[in-house]
């Protein structure tokens, strides 16, 4: 009965990384057909790049981003943008891990921060962030990466601390 469970879970465990990467090669394809955040113009000098967020509750998420990767567009992020796509984010990319604190002035949108280690593991969320609030949101710990989505989409999709963003 041992062996069967365990070759169950083997199985489940193949079919997620499976459909996880079908979604991220699906997401190859059609990254750049929609770009809902408004005003558009604001984030067109910004790159473009999909990712993966592999719950541990099971579903994985593709998310179109756009990439803040120097000073200058980290500092602008989001600011002024008045809508995200459902399944849209801001990626802000950093070269080596250090602990890092954001805020939301001038951010018209209430949003999800995911700080993400350099073993691209969620090492804290901070869901509902107030819109336009000077008040400093930190990391806690040394990251690389901070994932930037819509309020409530933390909840929504079952993302935990833990949880894996595949790059």
């Not at 992020?77 to 008045?82: A, D, K």
């Not at 950093?94 to 949108?109: C, D, F």
């Not at 989409?153 to 949880?163: N, Y």
Request: with cysteine.
């Amino acid at each position: 009965m041992l062996g069967t469970n365990i070759r169950f879970e083997k199985t489940q465990a193949n079919l997620v990384g499976a459909s996880c990467l079908l979604l991220i090669l699906s997401g190859l394809f059609f990254d750049t057909c929609t770009q809902a955040a408004e005003p558009s113009h604001l984030l067109r000098d910004f790159d473009r790049m999909g990712l993966v967020i592999k719950t541990s509750t099971g579903p994985c998420v593709f998310i179109n981003t756009y990439v803040a990767t120097n000073e200058a567009s980290r500092a602008q992020g989001l600011m002024h943008i008045e809508n995200l796509g459902e399944f849209e984010g801001m990626l802000f990319i950093y070269r080596r891990p250090a602990k890092i604190s954001m805020w939301m002035k001038n951010t018209l949108i209430a949003l999800d921060m995911l700080f993400v280690r350099e073993n691209q593991t969620i090492a804290k969320i901070v869901t509902d962030t107030v819109p336009l609030s000077t008040e400093t949101i930190f990391s806690r710990e040394p990251v690389t990466t901070v994932l930037e989505l819509n309020a409530g989409s933390a909840q929504r999709w079952g993302i935990q601390v833990g949880d894996r963003i595949l790059l």
